[in-house]
T-cell receptor, first 113, second 114 residues
Framework: NAGVTQTPKFRILKIGQSMTLQCAQD?????MYWYRQDPGMGLKLIYY???????DKGEVPNGYNVSRSTTEDFPLRLELAAPSQTSVYFC????????????FGQGTRLTVV | AQTVTQSQPEMSVQEAETVTLSCTYD???????LFWYKQPPSRQMILVIR??????QNATENRFSVNFQKAAKSFSLKISDSQLGDTAMYFC???????????FGTGTRLKVLA
């Protein structure tokens, strides 16, 4: 049972480069989320999706883009990486949204230099 | 807007002892859900326990229990008989009823000492 799979686990980017963080879940969950975790700041929501073709901004969407073409996949795109995007990124999914458990991936540690 | 506050950045406890992690939240909603998630050194977060606000009975999962005080907007986590494997970052989270988003606190790093 794979659950939520994120790739890569680690990445170093140079300022101005772009990359896509991959997230896939095999639980047929409708809801998917991208969070970033900064030391002492908890988890901040970047984007979320309630189903294929539907996405919406969270608290900190600037500098990121997402798409949801299938139920399984929810990639996060970073355009023109900046040092402020150095963080650990988590993808999560849940079955029904309200009150249901979120399942998390193992995270991607991204460093922008 | 809802907020979640965890005022203890770090705590430690001796193995087999009991420890309580604090969480307070602010909301004008009457119905909502509260969660405690554990993030071990492997980084993957897992659900520890969940509480529905309309249920007065405190949730319990084996050695983990909560003290939910709705009027005080407090949701503390008690870990009994602490084990070395409980060493982790613990996050308190809030979701309003019919909501879509989890709102997380800043976390408490717990270290269980042998």
């Amino acid at each position: 049972n794979a659950g939520v799979t994120q790739t890569p686990k680690f990445r170093i980017l140079k300022i101005g480069q772009s990359m896509t963080l991959q997230c896939a879940q095999d639980m047929n969950h409708n809801y998917m989320y991208w969070y970033r975790q900064d030391p002492g700041m908890g988890l901040k929501l970047i984007y979320y999706s309630v189903g294929a073709g539907i996405t919406d901004k969270g608290e900190v969407p600037n500098g990121y883009n997402v798409s949801r073409s299938t139920t399984e996949d929810f990639p996060l795109r970073l355009e023109l990486a900046a040092p402020s995007q150095t963080s650990v990124y988590f993808c999560a999914s849940s079955y029904g949204g309200s009150g249901t458990e979120a399942f998390f991936g193992q995270g991607t540690r991204l460093t922008v230099v | 807007a809802q907020t979640v506050t965890q005022s203890q950045p770090e705590m430690s406890v001796q193995e087999a002892e009991t420890v309580t992690l604090s969480c307070t939240y602010d909301t004008s909603e009457s119905n909502y859900y509260l969660f405690w998630y554990k993030q071990p050194p492997s980084r993957q977060m897992i659900l520890v326990i969940r509480q529905e606000a309309y249920k007065q009975q405190n949730a319990t999962e084996n050695r983990f229990s909560v003290n939910f005080q709705k009027a005080a907007k407090s949701f503390s986590l008690k870990i009994s008989d602490s084990q070395l494997g409980d060493t982790a970052m613990y996050f308190c989270a809030f979701m309003k009823s019919q909501g879509l988003k989890y709102i997380f606190g800043t976390g408490t790093r717990l270290k269980v000492l042998a």
